[in-house]
């Protein structure tokens, strides 16, 4: 089980990002309050932007959080802004955070708007230096879109440049919620990638998703689903593989949020809401293995129609392709209603 808390909140507001809204940030949860919430759930998952609590790194010890393996994925705020960077980076290394990953979406100016902040790209930058400084090993990670895409080759040159390689070269996968389909508009096609020769900029497959790019297209992904309509390729692995979910399900992924709601989180739709923290452990187990089964969720292969257009849309994994697919119906049966 897999238990993720809103106790940061995040400055950004991405727009791949199922979270609707901007979002408040700062401490949202106190370190009392994850202790106690450990002591019911077990270690959790501090979602969004650990760096923007002003607790961080505490936020991390091994008395709150889930083992990090030694990293820690952020936007940079935390660590590029704060003034007692020296401790905080202390913090971290004594913690055996020693690996920090950032993601890009573009230069500047697109960055910038693709996460609905100025000065998130230069935050990402200072972060970078000042890590690099005290001997903190940094991967860039860069998504591209269609709307960014021509700054991705010049990206992936200041990536080599200040960090040395490139960590990882890819997009966005869909998830069932109202802001992802926001984001279907500047999804990448087939054509995209071969005018800006995306798959040419990274001689390796295992950092450039686009290496195999004609293997992404959602015409492509609908072929092996039909050739497999069991296989979990089309299932993120927190989707509850029966409906009513179990509780004793592994990847079981509930989310508390910063108001001390509970909501199951099974990528095939939006978070499902339980009931309270308050309520209890026992209780909201009890409401989550009541729930019925979303609708279009058991969406098959044969039920759907691609047109011209969607066949040439990539997606980096099955259940991206599978997730859109719920989500057009679901839009499609919506206006049949209205």
């Given at each position: 089980m897999f238990i993720n808390v809103d106790a940061a909140g995040c400055p950004d507001t991405c727009r791949h990002c199922a979270v609707d809204g901007h979002n408040p940030f700062g401490a949202l949860f106190s370190l009392a309050e994850l202790r106690a919430l450990k002591n019911e759930w077990g270690p959790l998952t501090i979602l969004y932007e650990p760096t923007a609590h002003p607790d961080f790194p505490e936020i991390f010890h091994e008395d709150i959080a889930t083992e990090n393996g030694g990293w820690l994925v952020s936007n940079g705020f935390g660590l590029a802004r704060r003034e007692d960077d020296e401790r905080v980076f202390a913090n971290m290394r004594a913690m055996g955070i020693h690996t920090i990953a950032h993601t890009l979406h573009g230069l500047r100016e697109h960055h910038d708007w693709f996460v609905c902040r100025a000065g998130a790209?230069?935050?990402?930058?200072?972060?970078?230096?000042?890590?690099?400084?005290?001997n903190f090993t940094v991967h860039w990670q860069i998504y591209a879109d269609q709307k960014g895409i021509?700054?991705?080759?010049?990206?992936?040159?200041?990536?080599?440049?200040?960090?040395?390689?490139?960590?990882?070269?890819?997009?966005?996968?869909?998830?069932?919620?109202?802001?992802?389909?926001?984001?279907?508009?500047?999804?990448?096609?087939?054509?995209d990638i071969e005018t800006y020769g995306l798959h040419k900029l990274i001689n390796d497959p295992d950092k450039n998703l686009f290496t195999g790019y004609e293997t992404l297209t959602a015409q492509a992904w609908l072929e092996k689903w039909q050739q497999s309509p069991l296989s979990d390729d089309f299932k993120h692995p927190f989707e509850p593989r029966t409906w009513p979910p179990k509780a004793t399900f592994e990847y079981l992924s509930l989310r508390i949020d910063r108001n001390r709601k509970v909501y199951l989180d099974p990528f095939c739709n939006a978070p499902i809401f339980l009931g309270n923290v308050s309520?209890?452990?026992?209780?909201?187990?009890?409401?989550?293995?009541?729930?019925?089964?979303?609708?279009?969720?058991?969406l098959q292969p044969n039920d759907i129609t691609l047109s011209p257009d969607e066949r040439e849309q990539l997606h980096p994994t099955g259940f991206s392709f599978r997730y859109k697919e719920i989500s057009k119906k679901r839009r499609m049966a919506k206006i049949a209603q209205e």
């Amino acid at each position: 089980m897999f238990i993720n808390v809103d106790a940061a909140g995040c400055p950004d507001t991405c727009r791949h990002c199922a979270v609707d809204g901007h979002n408040p940030f700062g401490a949202l949860f106190s370190l009392a309050e994850l202790r106690a919430l450990k002591n019911e759930w077990g270690p959790l998952t501090i979602l969004y932007e650990p760096t923007a609590h002003p607790d961080f790194p505490e936020i991390f010890h091994e008395d709150i959080a889930t083992e990090n393996g030694g990293w820690l994925v952020s936007n940079g705020f935390g660590l590029a802004r704060r003034e007692d960077d020296e401790r905080v980076f202390a913090n971290m290394r004594a913690m055996g955070i020693h690996t920090i990953a950032h993601t890009l979406h573009g230069l500047r100016e697109h960055h910038d708007w693709f996460v609905c902040r100025a000065g998130a790209f230069d935050d990402i930058v200072q972060a970078t230096r000042r890590a690099k400084e005290r001997n903190f090993t940094v991967h860039w990670q860069i998504y591209a879109d269609q709307k960014g895409i021509q700054d991705i080759a010049p990206l992936v040159d200041l990536a080599f440049k200040e960090v040395g390689d490139v960590q990882f070269l890819g997009f966005v996968y869909h998830r069932v919620g109202g802001r992802l389909w926001h984001y279907e508009r500047i999804r990448l096609t087939l054509k995209d990638i071969e005018t800006y020769g995306l798959h040419k900029l990274i001689n390796d497959p295992d950092k450039n998703l686009f290496t195999g790019y004609e293997t992404l297209t959602a015409q492509a992904w609908l072929e092996k689903w039909q050739q497999s309509p069991l296989s979990d390729d089309f299932k993120h692995p927190f989707e509850p593989r029966t409906w009513p979910p179990k509780a004793t399900f592994e990847y079981l992924s509930l989310r508390i949020d910063r108001n001390r709601k509970v909501y199951l989180d099974p990528f095939c739709n939006a978070p499902i809401f339980l009931g309270n923290v308050s309520d209890g452990k026992e209780t909201l187990l009890e409401r989550l293995e009541r729930l019925p089964l979303p609708d279009f969720a058991d969406l098959q292969p044969n039920d759907i129609t691609l047109s011209p257009d969607e066949r040439e849309q990539l997606h980096p994994t099955g259940f991206s392709f599978r997730y859109k697919e719920i989500s057009k119906k679901r839009r499609m049966a919506k206006i049949a209603q209205e």
